[in-house]
Nanobody, 121 residues
Framework: QVQLVESGGGLVQPGGSLRLSCAAS????????MAWYRQAPEKERELVAK???????KYGDSVKGRFTISTDNAKNTVYLQMNSLKPEDTAVYYC???????????????WGQGTLITVTS
C-alpha cells in the first residue's frame, strides 16, 4: 500500500555532512508525522528527528543543533540534513511515517528498509 524508500547513506568523515531522503509512494492521502530513527550496533532504536503535519519538529538530544528535518509535501518526501557528523552517529537510519491512506481513510505506521551511515576517519 505505502512504501518508504530511503537514500543518501554512506561513508563520511567526522565533521562531514550527509543528507538523507525518504520518498513515500502509494495510496497516500496525507501524513500525520514523518520521522527518522537510528539503531547502532547492540543499541536500541532511538528517535533522531520528527516533524508533524503542522511543521512541529522534535530532535533527539544528541543531534540537536546538528541535524535538521524537513519535508517536501508535493513529493511526499522527508529529508534529514546531518552536519558535523561524529563517529557516534554511525548507525542504520530508518524512515518512519504515520500515513493516512485512501479507500477508506485510515492511519498506517510505515517503516523504510534502513540506510547505513558510517562516520569514520
Amino acid at each position: 500500500q505505502v512504501q518508504l524508500v530511503e537514500s543518501g547513506g554512506g561513508l563520511v568523515q567526522p565533521g562531514g555532512s550527509l543528507r538523507l531522503s525518504c520518498a513515500a509512494s502509494g495510496s497516500i492521502f496525507g501524513f500525520n508525522a514523518m520521522a527518522w530513527y537510528r539503531q547502532a550496533p547492540e543499541k536500541e532504536r532511538e528517535l533522531v528527528a520528527k516533524i508533524t503535519s503542522s511543521g512541529i519538529t522534535k530532535y533527539g538530544d544528541s543531534v540537536k543543533g546538528r541535524f535538521t528535518i524537513s519535508t517536501d509535501n508535493a513529493k511526499n518526501t522527508v529529508y534529514l540534513q546531518m552536519n558535523s557528523l561524529k563517529p557516534e552517529d554511525t548507525a542504520v537510519y530508518y524512515c518512519n511515517a504515520a500515513v493516512v491512506v485512501r479507500g477508506p481513510l485510515r492511519s498506517l505506521d510505515v517503516w523504510g528498509q534502513g540506510t547505513l551511515i558510517t562516520v569514520t576517519s
